[in-house]
């Protein structure tokens, strides 16, 4: 049996909430589910199908990983689009983040040769809803998040592994980074 996995950034407090009440506006405005399915959060690695046994082989080496990085900032500012079917919020402050995703595709390369090597390039972005936003919506979604400010900034100490229970996405287990 395979399952989804995903590995992601989510966001501290106060960012965090300010950020899943939007996701929730998004929801409560458009009907979208996508929405509220997975708190708010910057995909590191793309969901992805394995076998159960992944889950045990990728905690031990993600823990691992996470012992050798240091924390870093990350920036968020503004609204933008994937077409018209994926808001999401702008990483503004973005260079540690891609070094720090580069070095995490390394590592799982040479120590997780489960994970493929993601052909698509890293575009950091925290997603507010995607897919299942009705096309009648968008313009006027696109309208009123064009017009809404938004900015905050937070230090990443830690980031996530996920497992798609069938209905929704579940945190598994969480990786400190390295405090030095």
């Known amino acids: 049996m395979t399952t989804l996995y995903l590995i ?4 501290p407090e106060p960012v965090f909430s300010q950020t899943w009440a939007l996701k929730q506006e998004v929801h409560q405005l458009t009907g979208s589910r996508n929405a509220v399915r997975l708190p708010p959060h ?7 199908r394995q076998t159960d046994e992944f889950e045990a082989a990728c905690t031990t080496a993600l823990a691992a990983f996470a012992a050798t990085q240091p924390r870093f900032r990350v920036g968020l500012e503004g609204f933008a689009w994937f ?11 973005h260079a540690a983040l891609q070094v720090f995703q580069a070095a995490l595709m390394a590592w799982c390369v040479a120590h997780l040769s489960l994970v493929p090597v993601e052909s698509r390039p890293f575009t950091p972005h925290l997603t507010m809803a995607t897919r299942d936003l009705p096309p009648a919506q968008v313009p006027a979604l696109r309208q009123l998040f064009a017009a809404r400010p938004y900015e905050a900034s937070f ?6 592994l996920f497992r798609h229970d069938g209905h929704q996405w579940q945190a598994r287990a969480t990786f400190e980074l390295s405090a030095v």
């Open 155 to 160: 230090l990443v100490r830690n980031f996530t």
């Open 8 to 11: 992601a950034l989510l966001p």
């Open 42 to 48: 910057i995909t590191l690695l793309p969901p992805q």
């Open 83 to 93: 077409g018209d079917r994926t808001l999401f919020i702008h990483v503004s402050e």
